[in-house]
């Protein structure tokens, strides 16, 4: 035992975090690495990132003790509770010369009104990512969530599909589907959502989050319901790889839950200077180009427009046109009550 | 022996489902392609890219001081429990030491979470993982310090108080040399499951101290790259190694830790 | 004399103070006061951001236990994790029994070689066992099914079985197989009445090993499952880790702590009920 003393000591410094770390816990594949890269080397800081593939998975997490991160990258409905929650700290504009750059449309948010707490960074659609070779074989519409909901479609791809692991965002899908708002929280409307995913669930592989992204590159997946980001990435995967297929995505017609990503300061944020850095840092047009050009989200930053890649802003499923954002809605947070009832039925969908 | 043959098939088959799966796991490690999923040619860059990765250093390195820690604890209160079980026999202290061990993990480290933040109101991080490690461990180390003692001689204990030892100089001179085998088994066993746990951290880790387990975790989650491979590969070689060290130095330790 | 024999026996009340005390306390400090607030929590409502809604305002209730027993769902979920438990101990007593057996048998030098060789893999940490097994099953388009599931608990947890196996058969006496050959019993009848009744309690044993871990898992369905693989260990991470629904979770968590306790009894009986015989 004696002996173990000293090397305990070695191993402190190391284990003793950094003092000049900013703890950030964002989407996956939210971020690229160069801009993180870059990010550091400008602020002389280190950038420790953690990970989630759902804002529910997110709220849970902190609820459950996860204090001490100092930025957060939530969706609106998320940014809401977070505030109602007390558990977040205003914004300093005064600290983020760059909060110009915010195009005027995403400012004063329905969540967050005056932007008091959130700056929004990037936007994402829920939508179909599907092997555009495989489904020209097949014959098969790729604008309707008829794709991963009606059988007929479904029989010659069972065991290709991939649904999000979220039953906020399946049911939303299921909602707009049957032509009712993704936001619906009717208990009958909810019950026949319920019985739509039932039926087509047997032709689907597994519920997934993020892992989609790699089987849709690999073709182990033919059709997956995912976020618009992921759908770029699995793409630029798949050509990196010389695979023998293209991916493609679409809004499906019937509408799609969109998301407003923005960066908001934790309350307990042991280095909220850092996170006001890093925020401003993000503002700027180059840097914000990055989450459109390499990452394939939608942009809330005017100055990026002109640095952003002609056939990422032409891609009508990152930055959709005036047309589709009509069919397009935010998630709104539940209640416990609606929560409970929610988790019933999708253990119901889960075990049936 | 007449049906050594069909035994030898079966026991070849079942080395071979504990084996080709990890085979594969290391050989894709020094696989050229991001997506990995078939051979594209011989690279290292994956094993230069973890030792580069500032997280993945860190994540070694708090598992190491956490196993090392908690399996020190954990076999000093193990060894105690050990000794108490078997010398005074107590009531409660079986049910204390024996439960943590034969429940689901997940029980654990549910009712830990619950403790640590309803009742304590505690920042997670090292010290909720270490206190949760300790507490697993406790039972394994007790018990194989037991049995230990249940093998040996009363009369040995006996006749060093008759020769007017002291409790404590009994223990010093006497038990101690005797159980070291068991206790250096329990440490190993204590250390062994620190550094694998997954379940239990799982739950009670905290923003900023991430183990190697959470780490593999997270990218088989969210990014599988062949540097999940790499970083599995060097952790069965480090457990390789511990195991050959524990052969070398603990023979029988090995033979009934588990 | 009689002063210094209580005083003997204050030291020796004294000693076993002090060497029961410290892992009693610190047992009862972390892991029975969370057992008991996990049962305590069982009885609350959720917050409105999760966690628990303060005791004052929402006071106890059975609200969680009544939503699990409502309906058949959560049941469902335990007996399948139950099917599922039980079929990964009969595949692990079927693989190892052959495996144990032929290490027995081995020359006494080679055994602690081959000891080791079933050791080695499981000393790699178990979520890269599963992880070589989504690099297997995905190109055999196995992964995400059932089968996965099966697969990778079973390989997970084959160790635990293989050792207590091990430990158990390396105690027969050889001298009764012999006997029994010499009576004229042929291989099959040897093992039928011979070593497997001896074995039976390193099949209890290494069934209990494997079963009990089995029912709480929820990396193996999580990574390899498909969209029917949830067990009863998914349920009560979703409560504490997705769904923010503590009171569900703490109920949920007691309801396998029950089924794992009328396992243990049921195994202790068996055991009990072998040796008597």
Redesign the interface.
Known sequence: MKRLLPALLLLAPLVATATDTLHLYIWNNYISAQTATRFEAACGCRLKQDYYSDNEEMLAKLEAGATGYDLLVPTGNAVETLIRKGALQPVDRSRLPHFANVDPAFRDPWFDPGNRYSVPYATSVTLLGYNATKLTELGLPTDTWALIFEPAHLVPLKGRVTVLNSPRELMAAALRYLGHSAQDTDPAHWRAARDLILRAKPYWATFSNSTYIKDLALGNIWVAHGYSNDMVRARADARAAGRPFAIGFTIPKEGAVLAVDSFVIDRAAPRPDLAHRFIDFMLQGDNAADVSNLIGAGNPNRAARPAIRPEVADEPAIFPPAETLTRLEMLRDLDPRQRRLLARMWTEIKVK | ????A???T??L???A??????A??VL?SFND?????SWVRFTTRWYAKLLGD??M??AA??S??IA??SS?IATI??T??G??LH??R?R??PF??L??V???????G??????????LD?????FSIL??H??FS?GFV?IIVRARLAGMDEEIFAAARDLGAT?WRTFRRVTLPLILPGIVAGFLMSF?LSI?D??ITF?VA???V?T??LQ???M?????TPE?NAV?TL??AL??T??ALA?RFA?DT??RS? | MRGSSSTAERGARLTRWLVTAPPALFLVVFFLVPALIMAAASFREPGEFGGLAPLASTGLTLEAYRFVFDDVIYLEVLVRSFAVAALTTVICLLLAYPLALLIVRSPKRQRDRLVLLVILPFASNFLIRIYAWMMILGPLELLYTPFAVIAGMVYVHLPFMILPLYTNLEKHDPVLLEAAQDLGAGAWTRFRRVTWPLSLPGVLSGAALVFIPVLGMFAVPELLGGTGDLLIGNLIKEQFLDNRDWPLGAALSLLLTAAVLAVAWLSALLTRGRSAS
């Open positions: 022996m007449k049906h050594s069909w035994l030898w079966a026991a088959a079942a080395y489902f504990l084996y080709v799966p990890l594969i796991v894709f392609s991001e997506l990995n999923a500032p997280d250093l860190q390195a708090n190491l001081l090392i820690a020190t209160l193990g105690m429990a000794i108490a010398r005074w107590p409660l202290l204390l030491v439960t943590p034969s429940m689901p993990e997940i029980l654990l549910v009712s830990l979470l619950l403790f640590f933040r309803q009742v505690l920042t997670l991080g090292l206190a949760a300790v507490t406790i007790a409790p062994t694998d997954f379940v739950f905290g923003v900023g991430t190697l387990p593999i975790y997270s088989i989650k969210v990014a599988v999940v599995s952790l069965m457990t390789l511990l195991i052969a023979p090995l033979r588990p």
